[in-house]
């Protein structure tokens, strides 16, 4: 999809995936211009490039078939509801692709609104209890005889270390 936006609750990833998003199409030749909500004061497509290129020292411009835009923290932006629809609307025929970035514990806004505009939903989901317990096993299985570590005690006691230092991290 071009115009996707991501919930998620708060330290999911986000920003991450964004970063990521970023790398990988500067990568493909695109031209990704990522903006935080929170700094967004102006609607205007050539102010939002100006401040990005200002702030990297960069020198991009507008190629509706090459440039990306990126917006993280999209629902500490602080827009009203008719300047946010404008924003919306020029955003998405101006970009080639636009990914926004919502903590959804956060996200107050009906999500039918974005559905105008093109924009798809996307979830990012938490990582469980069940899936990091299955990484934590295979970070200590790395090189090891499958048969020894379903009875290894040690193991187990390995993984129970690092699950409490993982959770207290979290």
Do not use: C
């Not at 107050?108 to 996307?122: H, P, Q, T």
Request: proline share 1%; no cysteine.
């Amino acid at each position: 999809y071009n115009y996707i936006y991501f919930l998620g609750s708060e330290e999911s990833g986000k920003t991450t995936l964004m970063k990521r998003l970023a790398k990988d199409y500067l990568s493909q030749g695109y031209s990704p211009i990522v903006v935080n909500a929170e700094n967004l004061k102006n609607i205007d497509e050539k102010q939002i490039l100006q401040d990005f290129n200002e702030r990297f020292g960069l020198s991009f411009s507008i190629d509706s078939s090459k440039t990306i835009l990126l917006i993280d923290n999209f629902s500490k932006q602080r827009l009203k509801d008719n300047v946010l629809d404008k924003f919306l609307s020029e955003i998405t025929e101006k970009f080639f692709k636009v990914f926004i970035f919502v903590d959804k514990n956060n996200f107050f806004m009906n999500s039918n609104k974005y559905l105008k505009y093109k924009f798809k939903e996307v979830e990012i989901l938490n990582f469980g209890y069940a899936k990091r317990n299955e990484l934590y096993k295979r970070w200590y299985s790395v090189g090891e005889d499958i048969d020894v570590i379903k009875t290894d005690n040690e193991m187990y006691g390995k993984i129970d270390a690092l699950a409490n230092h993982f959770d207290i991290l979290m």
